[in-house]
């Protein structure tokens, strides 16, 4: 899985062809610690199919503000630089997240 810094999160989720998951989490976040073995497992299955992303939204917060990102953890998918689909706090399940992908794939 990349790990996205506020450096490299432009050239490679913003500008990047195709399809981009991205995984947003926090230092001290429980939800997102329990989801990230589940999202780590889809990158196994659906690699393939779009890219596998990370960023740490305590180093990078004015980032994920940005990105409309103001509770975790949110798993989003980006399309050609825009987002286009997410799944967010209580809704980011492995289930929802799962159903996300196969939407998109």
């Known amino acids: 899985m990349l790990e996205l810094d506020k450096t490299t999160f432009e050239a490679e989720v913003l500008q990047a062809e195709g399809k981009v ?4 989490y926090g230092d001290g976040c429980v939800p997102c610690a329990a989801l990230a073995p589940h999202i780590h497992a ?11 992303s990370q960023l ?6 004015r980032l994920a503000i940005s990105q409309k990102v103001l509770g975790l953890p949110v798993i989003a ?4 630089g825009a987002m ?6 209580e809704g980011a399940t492995p289930e929802n997240v799962e159903a996300m992908i196969k939407r998109h794939i």
């Open 21 to 24: 998951l991205v995984d947003f």
């Open 42 to 52: 889809f990158e196994e299955v659906y690699g393939s199919s779009m890219k596998f």
């Open 56 to 61: 740490n939204t305590t180093k990078a917060r």
């Open 77 to 80: 998918i980006y399309e050609n």
């Open 84 to 89: 286009i689909d997410s799944c967010v706090k």
